[in-house]
């Protein structure tokens, strides 16, 4: 079925539709109505007609019973992050498997450090924390650093009873290295194509009956591309949907892997704000709506950084402080 067959759409806004990358009913579906008012330049209830039509001819928002999503659920993993009190935030264990779980937050506050601690911690057995799994990181502002891996693992070695004889007492720094599969994004048409070349490398793992299959993708930043690439208002729509498609397929990807996938994402600060925190996150609503966690940081004194979860689809709003130090993300 072609745009011109929705209601209400001539050649003429397709056409237009079509200019500002939305190209398919899959995307018109999940297009807001004030994008389409701008795009296309009609008014709002026409807008929101053709995003309905839209809906019921991609067959989107279909029906599953719930005993199919509790069965699904119950494959769900927990990732740690090192640190109990973040972990609690997201009810105990930490991060979970087949969700998105973004991070936001302003330079320093941690973003990165917990990024690469998860990409050790998903290296250990699931008794200890991990998920014996391997990581994915698509890396956008070139931060990943082997060094600090080094670091992480040795903190974990000298964990719990005695040196030696910590949860990561197995770990080995340069087999851990070898599990971790980074790509540099160049541009956001690269970073969008790196999902797709993850989801191909963990199916060849999975293949191959890879010890350790890939159980983490991190996108950091997820936005930054974006936001550098996509400036002044007359591009805003195109950049909200490509962004929109990009995490949508980060989120199939952590369903298909039964994996964790983590983004980062920066701040602004908002030049109306009169009361309270003026930063809000970048990529507005559509980032909040499609990550399912979504994690606020703030520094504290020294080492301490505070995280808020702002956003859970079971849990309160809640705040944890944690540290970052010399042997990673720990309370
Ligand atoms: P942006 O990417 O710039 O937005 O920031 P981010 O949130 O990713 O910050 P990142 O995770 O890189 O945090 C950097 C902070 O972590 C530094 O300011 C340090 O406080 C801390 N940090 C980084 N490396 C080390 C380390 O080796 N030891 C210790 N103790 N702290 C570190
Ligand atoms: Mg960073």
Known sequence: MDLEELPGVGPAIAEKLREAGLNSLEAVAVASPAELVETAEIGEATAAKIINAARKAANIGGFETGDKILERR??????????????????????????????????????????????????????????????????????????????????????????????????????????????????????????????????????????????????????????????????????????NKHLHDALKFADLNNAVVMITNQVMVRPDAFFGDPTRPIGGHIVGHTATFRLYLRKSKGEKRIARLVDSPNLPEAEAVFSVSKVGIRD
């Open 74 to 243: 119950k494959d769900v993993g927990r990732l740690s992050t090192g640190s109990k009190s973040l972990d609690n935030l997201f009810g105990g264990g930490g991060l979970e498997t087949q969700a998105m779980t973004e991070f936001y937050g302003e330079f320093g506050s941690g973003k990165t450090q917990i990024a690469h601690q998860l990409a050790v911690n998903v290296q250990l057995p699931v008794e200890r924390g991990g998920l014996d799994g391997s990581a994915i990181m698509i890396d956008t502002e070139n931060t990943f650093r082997p060094e600090r891996i080094k670091e992480m693992v040795e903190g974990l070695k000298g964990e719990g009873e005695g040196a030696g004889e910590g949860v990561g007492a197995e770990l080995d720094y340069e087999e851990v290295l070898k599990n971790i599969h980074i790509a540099r994004a160049y541009n956001s048409n690269h970073q969008m194509l790196l999902v797709e070349k993850a989801g191909e490398l963990a199916e060849e793992l999975k293949k191959k009956g890879a010890e350790k299959p890939v159980r983490l993708m991190i996108i950091d930043s997820a936005t930054a591309q974006f936001r550098s690439e996509y400036v002044g208002r007359g591009t805003l729509a195109g950049r909200q949907q490509k962004i």
